[in-house]
């Protein structure tokens, strides 16, 4: 993974709204939940939430995904599997 891209999916985490959408949408499984579900769960005003997953979506955490008249949103689990990739890198190379 780029660093550009790391530095992109930690920033995107590192705000206390988009950390728990995201530990929710991990949660909810590949087939996610709509807009309105995770507006209900998280107590976020609907134009909050559009503008937190629109940065989650940019930074690569999250995809949608239209379904007649809704609009899911999942975890981009292949991204975050990279990212946790990328810290764990070098895990315990000096420790030896």
């Known amino acids: 993974m780029e660093k ?7 920033a995107s985490l590192a ?11 991990v949660t909810a499984g ?8 995770i507006a209900k769960e998280l107590s976020i ?7 937190h997953l629109s940065h989650m979506k940019a930074a690569g955490l999250a995809r949608n995904r239209r379904e007649g008249r809704e609009i899911f ?7 975050a599997e990279a990212l946790l990739q990328y810290l764990a890198k070098n895990c315990c190379k000096r420790c030896a």
């Open 73 to 79: 949103y999942a975890a981009d689990y292949s991204r």
């Open 45 to 51: 005003a609907p134009n909050t939430l559009s503008f």
């Open 30 to 37: 590949p087939a996610g939940l709509t807009a309105g579900a």
């Open 4 to 10: 550009k891209k790391v530095i992109a999916a930690l």
């Open 15 to 25: 705000q206390e709204t988009r950390l728990g959408i995201f530990r929710l949408l």
